[in-house]
């Protein structure tokens, strides 16, 4: 076991000075209480109670001052606490070794002894102040209504024992009175941290409260006793006061960096303020019956009213935080702008009461944002849509509000007039633009005005959201052939996709043309083949790649492709029909296929082929979501779901036309 004083790693001759302490003043506290207890016989009274009673609390002065010459921090606190504890040291000296243990009252003695409240004051007041780090009103309060409660106590009980008890000169009567008020005090202001800390202070002011108290309490007996004429020297009552100025000088090294932090979390808010209340109440109700002093009414009285107003500022500071949560339900983290959950709110809100005032709606979208994450990192990424939801912020203005709905979504709402929605949109798609090397960062943009284009929230979402998938298709056909820009785009995304759909497409165009199918019809199925997997743009990579089966949700997630996928293609009129074809690839000819369950003839036949093609590329190259297959093991799993996932007759010509096929390089 460790010798040395807790909550510190000394090294070298500190260390063992340490120890050698503790050695020192736990064998003179034994010494000295079994000699009280009659061990060791009278003639060692002189030595016992000048030489080991003296030295035990010069051990103490030295290690307080220790504590304050060798280490930086709070050095003030502990120089302080060392006059405190010398002062008191030399009162015991002068008792003993001056007036031979039976001084007069009051005397030389008693103005040392006294001497030791006030720097032992300055003391704890600047601890409080380093080590309770956080401000809080009802916190503090809490600390306020302890004291109180604790002082009021005191004077009740020990301030009207020697009220009552005490006789002689003004001067004597001070004197007695100055040691119970001090010892009031101290104890309170030791009372207030526990109560401010939530009676976890730390060993440091356990150490120290503990010494108080014992300090307290060896007072307020002495003092009874004195009066009653009961008192006699060399009782164990007589440790209590070296034992307190050791706590005190172990508290100075527990732990020289200890703080006490004021938590609200897990914190029983009510126990503090309730416990001290009572205390008070009793205090009030027994100076009613017993007529005590006023100055323990006084400091009751006094509680209450802190209770009444902890009361007060705590249903206040909970309405405080319920807004606060409220904020934070409503706010995206990372800009402070509105997230989803308070945009609908905000939508819910304007078609309730009706809109008094046309209002603008418009989502937006990043472009480039992906790449600049995948180069610049995640963290990097943040910065940027912070910066981005900032400026949005600023020039949407006070016109409106605007919101993150995660990703690189950002999404306004304000009142603009139809003359000045152009600018506005120009304002807005600017702020939500950056540009450097390497990057360039620009917005699309879908809106709707409310509510003449929408009556609902969700109308709302699902018309802006439409126009800005237009806008972004449109923006890429502006670059060049339609399929060709989306074709791209997924090749970005996907490699491997863009591979896939390309060996279906030659693969589905074979087919198709073994049976015949005119050339305009061979141009659409074609360019279905190529886009019949442009809607898994819109599936999280974590989905779209993942090795294992999926689950209900994420299967549920990768049927929504087809409509997306149509959705996408359909953003150019002169693909209608082909985005017809992209939404049937996946359905079954005994209808249990989706998005429509189609069933039989219905399904458009360029889908039917479409369907068999990508199915077959599937089992025989590398799929995330499958085992790979020969040729042959491929045939035969198309013949075995002839009838029930595709139409048997296509099954038939399909496997007479493949039967050499070697499995291909691509992966999907």
């Known amino acids: 076991m460790s010798l040395t004083l ?44 000048t030489w080991v009673y003296d030295t035990l609390e010069l051990l103490a002065v030295a290690a307080v001052a220790a504590r304050a010459v060798l280490i930086a921090a709070e050095r003030a606190v502990w120089a302080l606490l060392t006059l405190g504890i010398a002062c008191w040291t030399l009162g015991d000296i002068s008792w003993t070794v001056v007036y031979g243990g039976n001084p007069p009252f009051p005397s030389l003695a008693d103005v040392f002894y006294l001497g030791f409240y006030p720097p032992t004051y300055l003391a704890l007041a600047l601890l409080v102040r380093h080590r309770l780090s956080r401000f809080n009103a009802s916190v503090w309060l809490d600390g306020l209504t302890a004291s109180l409660a604790a002082a009021s106590l005191g004077a009740a009980i020990l301030l009207e024992v020697v009220i009552r008890d005490t006789h002689g000169t003004v001067l004597a009567e001070a004197a007695n009175l100055a040691y119970p008020i001090g010892d009031i005090v101290l104890v309170a202001l030791v009372v207030s941290v526990f109560g401010i800390s939530g009676r976890r202070p730390g060993p440091g002011w356990a150490a120290i409260g503990s010494a108080l108290v014992l300090s307290a309490l060896a007072d307020g007996i002495y003092l009874y ?19 307190a100025l050791i706590l005190l000088a172990i508290a100075a090294w527990s732990a020289p960096g200890w703080r006490c932090d004021v938590r609200l979390e897990g914190r029983p808010l009510a126990a503090t303020p309730l416990i001290c209340g009572l205390v008070a109440v009793g205090v009030l109700v027994d100076s009613y019956v017993e007529r005590r002093n006023p100055v323990g009414v006084a400091l ?55 809109a008094a005032e046309q209002r603008l709606f418009v989502l937006y979208d990043l472009n480039g944002f992906k790449r600049y994450n995948d180069t610049f990192g995640h963290p990097a990424g943040d910065v940027l849509l912070a910066r981005l939801g900032a400026k949005l912020a600023a020039a949407v203005g006070e016109q409106g509000s605007s919101y993150r709905l995660g990703g690189d979504e950002f999404c306004a709402m304000a009142v603009v007039e139809t003359s000045g929605i ?179 003839e219905q399904i458009p036949l360029p889908a039917r082929i479409i369907s068999i093609c990508d199915t077959y590329c599937a089992m025989i190259d590398k799929r995330a979501h499958g085992q790979v297959r020969t040729p042959g093991e491929a045939l035969a799993e198309l013949e075995r779901l002839g009838g029930s996932q595709f139409d048997p007759a296509l099954v038939k010509v399909f496997c007479a036309l493949e039967p050499a096929r070697q499995p291909a390089s691509v992966t999907s």
């Open 6 to 49: 807790p909550g510190i790693r000394p090294a070298g001759g500190l260390a063992v000075a340490q120890r050698a302490w503790l050695v020192l003043v736990a064998a003179g506290l034994l010494f000295f209480v079994a000699h009280t207890l009659g061990a060791g016989g009278h003639e060692l009274d002189g030595f016992a109670s």
């Open 225 to 243: 006793q004195t009066a009653d004429g009961t008192y006699v020297s060399g009782t164990p009552l007589d440790a209590l006061w070296p034992t």
């Open 300 to 354: 009751a009285a006094a509680a209450v009213v802190t209770v009444v107003v902890r009361a007060v500022l705590t249903f206040r500071e909970n309405g405080e935080m319920n807004e606060h949560m409220r904020l934070l339900a409503s706010t995206d983290a990372l800009t402070g702008l509105g997230n989803r959950r308070k945009l609908i709110a905000d939508l819910d809100q304007v078609f309730a009461h009706g």
């Open 422 to 600: 152009e600018r506005f949109l120009d304002l807005t798609t600017g702020a939500l633009a950056e540009s450097g090397e390497g990057f360039d960062i620009s917005s699309a943009y879908g809106c709707a005005i409310l509510p003449e284009e929408a009556q609902s929230s969700d109308e709302a979402l699902r018309v802006a959201d439409q126009r800005l998938y237009a806008q972004k298709y449109q923006s890429l056909v502006a670059r060049g052939q339609p399929h060709a820009v989306l074709l791209q785009a997924l090749e970005e995304r996907e490699p491997a996709l863009r591979e896939h759909v390309g060996g279906v497409a030659e693969l589905s165009l074979r087919f198709a043309a073994k049976l015949q199918i005119a050339d305009a019809a061979l141009e659409e199925l074609g360019l279905a083949a190529q886009l019949h997997d442009i809607g898994k743009l819109a599936i999280p990579d974590s989905v779209l790649s993942k090795t294992e089966p999926l689950d209900e949700q994420e299967l549920a997630f990768i049927r929504t492709h087809t409509l997306i996928g149509q959705r996408i293609v359909d953003a150019s009129p002169a693909l209608n029909e082909v985005g017809k074809i992209v939404r049937a690839t996946h359905e079954r000819w005994d209808g249990s296929g989706y998005p429509d369950g189609l069933a039989g």
